[in-house]
Nanobody, 115 residues
């Protein structure tokens, strides 16, 4: 299993930013995918989850309206759009999949939001 995040950047508040996660080593379309983030000095927290076909999505209350998760099963990729980045969104963003009771993670994509 391999998960490779990309799209991390240093951005100013306001403009949307889209992260990508390219998956390989498993049948991508058969698994729910999630994005987490870890801000400096804080624990890892769930940001968004998407169903196998993209037919449903779920966000914790703190993330609703601020993030959009999507996926393209034809290219084994899941996306996370930060709709209007704020300084408090500065974090490392991780792609996640659970297979047979084991959590797999990418190495993360660093997003820095500052003016």
């Amino acid at each position: 299993v391999q998960l490779v995040e990309s799209g991390g950047d240093s951005v100013q508040p306001g403009g949307p930013l889209r992260l990508s996660c390219a998956a390989s080593g498993f049948t991508f379309s058969s698994y729910v995918m999630s994005w987490y983030r870890q801000a400096p000095g804080k624990g890892r927290e769930l940001v968004a989850t998407i169903g196998k076909t993209g037919g449903w999505t779920n966000y914790p209350d703190s993330a609703k309206g601020r993030f959009t998760i999507s996926r393209d099963n034809s290219i084994n990729t899941v996306y996370l759009q930060i709709n209007s980045p704020k300084p408090e969104d500065t974090a490392v963003y991780y792609c996640n999949v659970g297979l047979r009771g084991i959590d797999f993670w990418g190495k993360g994509a660093l997003v820095t939001v500052s003016s």
